[in-house]
């Protein structure tokens, strides 16, 4: 199965920006049906940030981060990114991506943890100032 590595994690400061990278190794992320970014703050459940399909066409976000964040996919890379700005108090959180094989129907994309069947180790992002 696919290996995924997470990078790009750091400090930064109320109102700044960071950029995730997550390195997909052994099977392409086209394989996989849909790939998404989730988060784990201290104390608290893993939650869906965003999440994109296999061929780019659909993608979603958590209410909590519209507007703020962007998933994309550079294929010829085999790379997703998570673009975040204007990060805020409520961001800080273990980042990961996670892949999945199993397909839906129609233009569906799982939102959920529990339907991600791959997982990077995660990368940590500290909003402070």
């Known amino acids: 199965q696919v290996q995924l590595v997470e990078s790009g994690g750091g400090l930064v400061q109320p109102g700044g920006s960071l950029t995730l990278s997550c390195a997909a190794s052994?099977?392409?992320?086209?394989?996989?049906?849909?790939i998404g970014w989730f988060r784990q703050a201290p104390g608290k459940g893993r939650e869906g940030v965003s999440c994109?399909?296999?061929?780019?066409?659909?993608?979603d976000y958590a209410d909590s981060v519209k507007g703020r964040f962007t998933i994309s996919k550079d294929n010829a890379r085999n790379t997703i990114y998570l673009q975040m700005t204007d990060l805020a108090p409520e961001d800080p959180a273990v980042y990961y991506c996670?892949?999945?094989?199993?397909?839906?129907?129609?233009?569906?994309?799982?939102?959920?943890?529990?339907?991600?069947?791959?997982w990077g180790q995660g990368t940590q992002v500290t909003v402070s100032s």
């Open positions: 052994r099977f392409t992320l086209d394989y996989y049906y849909a």
């Open positions: 996670a892949a999945t094989s199993t397909e839906y129907s129609g233009n569906y994309l799982p939102t959920f943890p529990y339907q991600y069947d791959v």
């Open positions: 994109i399909s296999e061929d780019d066409v659909s993608t």
